[in-house]
């Protein structure tokens, strides 16, 4: 029941991964565009530019989600790398428990209000030539933060799983 669990909570994360490499291919493709534009034809786009970092948004508040399912954050290895696969997933699962899903909530929580009113305002760029709707990109905040905690809870049963030594 655990492992079927884990797999449906690894499938959501492969696709947020999917998603997120798709969006570094694109930013790839436009700052390419860009440069050529700017350096051999003297054309500078706003718009292009803001999409760089919409699309930068997009890889690092949707990456975080497959970077934990992944295992590849950043902790301490020296002492973490030498603990058994059992003390390693007990710190694993204090720390989903103690310190990302509460993170998780209150960031999740609060960036919503932001939203609103960026969407209540129909806020858009301050530069002439930007882009609107900029309550788009703000919007991933609250929905990465909930991408991370559906992902943190596939990392708890993962961990669980090896605690348990149910593999």
Do not use: C
Not at 24 to 38: E, G, H, K, P, T
Not at 87 to 109: E, S
């Amino acid at each position: 029941m655990l492992i079927k669990l884990e797999k449906a909570f690894n499938k959501f994360a492969d696709s947020i991964g999917f998603i997120t490499s798709s969006a570094i291919i694109l930013m790839i493709i436009n700052v390419f565009y860009d440069v050529v534009a700017r350096y051999y034809f003297h054309h500078v786009s706003i718009a292009m530019q803001e999409i760089e970092w919409h699309l930068f948004s997009v890889v690092i508040l949707l990456g975080i989600s497959y970077t934990l399912k992944e295992d590849g954050h950043v902790r301490v290895d020296v002492i973490y790398d030498n603990l058994s696969i059992k003390k390693q997933a007990f710190i694993n699962m204090f720390g989903a428990v103690f310190f990302i899903l509460p993170i998780t909530f209150l960031v999740g929580l609060s960036s919503i209000d932001n939203v609103l009113e960026a969407y209540e305002f129909m806020e858009k760029s301050g530069d002439p030539g930007g882009l609107e709707y900029r309550w788009i990109v703000k919007g991933l905040i609250p929905l990465s933060f909930l991408f991370l905690f559906i992902t943190t809870i596939g990392f708890f049963i993962k961990n669980l799983i090896d605690y348990k030594e149910i593999r």
